[in-house]
């Protein structure tokens, strides 16, 4: 287990250099966001391989994490190809100044590969495992990360297609899976990462990688995620209305108007 954290653990800071560098060298920060998924996908191919334990659970996860991850990489690929940095990024760089540059090599890029490594650390653990015929953990898992990835691709589909439509320019989308969280696909990623911590509970130690979804949890509801997206949206009197009957973060049915 140990030899397998380590090969995570260089993977994923050597991924993110790669992606600080390219960085550097075109002016955007932000691309760090497009290398989110396909570095899950690399860590768990790179432990599978390298540990050789090709059991069905081992396989399942694999599977899981290669559809979210490259789901999610080309959905951030495709929304943010030839777009200038996100708005996050460039509040950065005009704060940060001079020490732009080892500011975003250590709180940007390398704090996403720490994070990563964290996260992918149920997966290094399912993948260390020799032994592993599925059981009802396993299916457990596999439909709370079928919930949680319905969410998260639903979610950013009908954000998409809402976007595309010109009437709608700086509008706040409040259908379909948007009625009932102010965002859906913030859960949905949270709730597929729960699910692979179930299936990590059937190998050993497994009930250690609960670091994983406590870790995307706390990310995405108090820092990352939905704090700065509300924060971008705090001024906007229609995104106030829709907060106010609408679930901040788990699914529920909306408030009356009064």
């Given at each position: 287990?140990?030899?397998?954290?380590?090969?995570?653990?260089?993977?994923?800071?050597?991924y993110f250099f790669?992606?600080?560098?390219?960085?550097?060298?075109?002016?955007?920060?932000?691309?760090?966001?497009?290398?989110?998924?396909?570095?899950?996908?690399?860590?768990?191919?790179?432990?599978?391989?390298?540990?050789?334990?090709?059991?069905?659970?081992?396989?399942?996860?694999?599977?899981?994490?290669?559809?979210?991850?490259?789901?999610?990489?080309?959905?951030?690929?495709?929304?943010?190809?030839?777009?200038?940095?996100?708005?996050?990024?460039?509040?950065?760089?005009?704060?940060?100044?001079?020490?732009?540059?080892?500011?975003?090599?250590?709180?940007?890029?390398?704090?996403?590969?720490?994070?990563?490594?964290?996260?992918?650390?149920?997966?290094?653990?399912?993948?260390?495992?020799?032994?592993?015929?599925?059981?009802?953990?396993?299916?457990?898992?596999?439909?709370?990360?079928?919930?949680?990835?319905?969410?998260?691709?639903?979610?950013?589909?009908?954000?998409?297609?809402?976007?595309?439509?010109?009437?709608?320019?700086?509008?706040?989308?409040?259908?379909?899976?948007?009625?009932?969280?102010?965002?859906?696909?913030?859960?949905?990623?949270?709730?597929?990462?729960?699910?692979?911590?179930?299936?990590?509970?059937?190998?050993?130690?497994?009930?250690?990688?609960?670091?994983?979804?406590?870790?995307?949890t706390f990310l995405?509801?108090?820092?990352?995620?939905?704090?700065?997206l509300e924060k971008?949206?705090?001024?906007?009197?229609?995104?106030?209305?829709?907060?106010?009957?609408?679930?901040?973060?788990?699914?529920?049915?909306?408030?009356?108007?009064?």
């Amino acid at each position: 287990m140990g030899e397998l954290f380590f090969q995570a653990a260089v993977v994923s800071f050597l991924y993110f250099f790669v992606f600080f560098l390219v960085a550097q060298l075109i002016k955007n920060n932000s691309i760090v966001d497009m290398g989110w998924g396909m570095g899950f996908i690399i860590i768990t191919l790179v432990t599978l391989v390298s540990s050789g334990n090709f059991t069905s659970r081992n396989l399942l996860v694999a599977i899981l994490i290669t559809i979210w991850g490259g789901r999610l990489t080309y959905h951030i690929v495709k929304r943010n190809w030839g777009k200038p940095e996100d708005f996050r990024y460039a509040k950065w760089r005009k704060e940060w100044g001079k020490w732009l540059v080892p500011r975003a090599f250590f709180q940007v890029f390398m704090l996403q590969a720490v994070i990563m490594l964290i996260i992918s650390y149920p997966v290094v653990l399912v993948n260390a495992a020799e032994k592993g015929g599925l059981g009802w953990l396993d299916f457990l898992g596999l439909i709370v990360w079928l919930i949680g990835f319905f969410f998260e691709a639903v979610g950013d589909k009908q954000l998409a297609e809402f976007k595309k439509d010109p009437n709608k320019r700086g509008r706040i989308i409040k259908s379909g899976l948007w009625r009932y969280t102010r965002h859906p696909n913030y859960f949905g990623e949270v709730t597929l990462w729960w699910g692979i911590f179930i299936i990590t509970l059937s190998v050993p130690a497994g009930w250690t990688g609960i670091i994983s979804p406590l870790a995307i949890t706390f990310l995405m509801l108090f820092v990352s995620g939905v704090p700065m997206l509300e924060k971008k949206y705090r001024d906007n009197k229609e995104f106030q209305e829709y907060a106010e009957r609408t679930s901040k973060f788990f699914p529920w049915f909306p408030k009356n108007k009064k």
